[in-house]
């Protein structure tokens, strides 16, 4: 079965995942700009970040036959220095116009401070001005539904922003459920420490259904499989699920978000 993997940090893997990722049915992906591993010191790491991103990763990706689309930030983790995330904002503008960009993301909150959540606001903004899709980070663990509920009041406090351009990933059972009231979409991260397993993301299919619902693999530096949808496409298969329910959300659902952005012009195979 294709698949489109919605979140995927392929600047932390290898060119071999890209072949396996083609092997097992992926036949787009997006990756949203994301922390490198280490907290950078200037906005020049940026702009050659955002380089990569555009250019080489694009390139790379399509030589498995993958289309490559990208998102950009300032990450939470590197939030916290107000100063040097006003810079890499300022840059953002500069590189909209690239044709595999979707908006503006991964943005949200790490630990909960009153800096991320100048700077995502301040991404808001950004967004809101440029009439761009926005791909949101919820926290880690405990963190997550104090998080979820502060991102949440703040995105609709803004009235410029429309709740069905907004992806609100690392969902878990306790956050998925306010994030589809409150009319946003919805993304599963399929983690083997943290987020959720296949099982539980099958579990949150049965129980809300497949509308504004999707289900990435977030594969990046940490404890992580670029594989996992595929995982979670077998575990839907076990239980019974049809065809054309694990493809609306696998396939289906990442397309119908990312054709609201102008830009994304993917073409599906024959």
């Keep these: 079965m294709d698949y489109f993997d919605p979140h995927i940090h392929m600047v932390s893997r290898t060119t071999d995942d890209y072949a396996t990722l083609a092997r097992m049915g992926c036949v787009g992906m997006s990756e949203p700009a994301f922390w490198a591993g280490f907290d950078r010191g200037s906005a ?55 044709p595999n960009v979707l908006g503006i993301g991964e943005i949200g909150l790490n630990k909960n401070t009153k800096n991320e959540s100048i700077v995502f606001l301040e991404h808001l903004d950004l967004a809101a001005k440029y009439n761009e899709l926005i791909l949101i980070h919820t926290p880690h663990l405990h963190d997550k539904y104090l998080g979820t509920r502060m991102i949440l009041d703040m995105l609709v406090s803004d009235a410029r922003l429309e709740r069905h351009r907004v992806l609100v990933d690392h969902v878990e059972e306790h956050t998925i459920g306010e994030v589809l009231d409150r009319g946003f979409w919805a993304g599963m991260t399929l983690y083997p420490v943290s987020k959720c397993t296949p099982a539980r993301a099958a579990d949150m299919v049965e129980q809300f259904g497949t509308e504004r619902l999707c289900v990435n693999s977030a ?23 049809s065809e054309a329910t694990i493809r609306k959300v696998v396939y289906e659902n990442p397309l119908a978000f990312f054709r609201q952005c102008h830009r994304f012009q993917f073409s599906p195979r024959q």
Excluded at 225 to 239: D, G, K, S, Y
């Design 44 to 98: 020049a790491s940026f702009r050659d970040y955002f380089r990569q991103l555009t250019e080489f990763e694009r390139s790379r990706a399509a030589s498995y036959g993958i289309a490559h689309y990208t998102w950009l930030c300032i990450n939470a983790k590197e939030a916290e220095n107000v100063e040097l995330s006003r810079e890499v904002i300022a840059m953002i503008p500069e590189f909209l116009d690239r």
């Design 219 to 241: 594969g990046d530096w940490g404890p992580s499989q670029p594989t996992a949808v595929p995982n979670f496409i077998f575990e839907m298969r076990r239980r019974g699920h």
